[in-house]
Nanobody
Framework: QVQLVESGGGLVQAGGSLRLSCVAS????????MGWYRQAPGKQRELVAS???????NYADSVKGRFTISRDNAKNTVYLQMNSLKSEDTGVYYC?????????WGQGTQVTVSS
């Protein structure tokens, strides 16, 4: 079982920045595909960004050029740097770890962008 703990959410004005962190338990972090998802009120959870164990990244079109996902395998941590935040970025952000058939989720961290 892998535990994921997110941090870094909060209230920020439009145009501002936040950095989310997600720390994973266990010894196999480097093998996981890590992702950040978000869920806005009344909407389905959507993929924001992901990063493979080799460092290949993927972004939702809505965040390309503004968000950057990265990982530090030595610290069992994945980050999401969010710049030029917009009100539509508001939601609960969840960290996800995937490997083979295993799939783990964090408890989520709230991001609120005021316009």
């Amino acid at each position: 079982q892998v535990q994921l703990v997110e941090s870094g959410g909060g209230l920020v004005q439009a145009g501002g920045s936040l950095r989310l962190s997600c720390v994973a338990s266990g010894s196999f972090f480097r093998f996981y595909v890590m992702g950040w998802y978000r869920q806005a009120p009344g909407k389905q959870r959507e993929l924001v960004a992901s990063i493979t164990r080799g460092g290949t990244t993927n972004y939702a079109d809505s965040v390309k050029g503004r968000f950057t996902i990265s990982r530090d395998n030595a610290k069992n941590t994945v980050y999401l740097q969010m710049n030029s935040l917009k009100s539509e970025d508001t939601g609960v952000y969840y960290c996800n770890a995937g490997f083979s058939s295993a799939d783990y989720w964090g408890q989520g961290t709230q991001v609120t962008v005021s316009s």
